[in-house]
């Protein structure tokens, strides 16, 4: 099973900037199989990204995925009230499918 | 309008059996696979498994398989997740969630509202 930690736990920033979540992965993941995801409390995840760097459908130009093999990034480039939320990996190269911890994006 | 209504939530007692419903519209169910994913309180999310409402393939992640089962009835769109003896550990927010249309798409790109299932004696 891949594990996927995410880091750091919990990042405290002001909107406007700039934030950057990494998403580690315990093995490569297949052709760079990795989603993430949005949820803000008390609501559904919601799909920001899939394979690595694919923004999907309605999700805003300033959210943005790199990375591959074991390495990934998602990055938020001017962080809008509305972005302060947990965000999550999930690879889907390997079963089982897994998913990070998560990472918080709290106001600072 | 892609939509998945699940049911809504549950108190039981431990040992008790449930079933919880995933209704699906807006597009063709048997096209898509359906996930479940587990989210105890405060912690994070858990893919559990996920079925292919045409035929019924089903997969589970090893941590619930036995568990739990996964199935689909296809006549009225909807997919379910089943107990058949809760435990107080099974006390979580459960969520069901469309798997993207590719064999390759194993992302989720539209969720339910989730059910919360409260097991307590």
């Known amino acids: 099973e891949i594990v996927l930690t995410q880091s750091p736990g919990t990042l405290s920033l002001s909107p406007g900037e700039r934030a950057t979540l990494s998403c580690r992965a315990s093995?490569?993941?297949?052709?760079?199989?990795l989603a993430w995801y949005q949820q803000k409390p008390g609501q559904a995840p919601r799909l920001l990204i899939y394979?690595?760097?694919s923004r999907a459908t309605g999700i805003p130009d300033r959210f943005s995925g790199s990375g591959s093999g074991t390495d990934f990034t998602l990055t938020i480039s001017r962080l809008e009230p509305e972005d302060f939320a947990v965000y999550y990996c999930?690879?889907?190269?390997?079963?089982?499918?897994?998913f990070g911890q998560g990472t918080k994006v709290e106001i600072k | 309008e892609v939509q998945l209504v699940q049911s809504g939530a549950e108190v039981k007692k431990p040992g008790e059996s449930l079933k919880i419903s995933c209704k699906c519209s807006?597009?063709?169910?048997?096209?898509?696979?359906i996930g479940w994913v587990r989210q105890m309180p405060g912690k994070g999310l858990e893919w559990m498994g996920i079925?292919?409402?045409?035929?019924?393939?089903?997969r589970y992640s090893p941590s619930f398989q036995g568990q739990v089962t996964i199935s689909a009835d296809k006549s009225i769109s909807t997919a379910y997740l089943q107990w058949s003896s809760l435990k107080a550990s099974d006390t979580a927010m459960y969520y069901c969630?469309?798997?993207?249309?590719?064999?390759?798409?194993?992302?989720?790109?539209?969720w339910g509202q989730g059910t919360l299932v409260t097991v307590s004696s």
């Open positions: 969630a469309r798997r993207g249309y590719y064999v390759t798409s194993g992302y989720f790109d539209f």
């Open positions: 807006g597009y063709n169910f048997t096209s898509y696979w």
């Open positions: 079925i292919s409402p045409g035929d019924s393939d089903t």
């Open positions: 093995q490569s993941v297949s052709s760079n199989y």
């Open positions: 394979g690595a760097s």
């Open positions: 999930q690879q889907y190269g390997s079963s089982p499918r897994t």
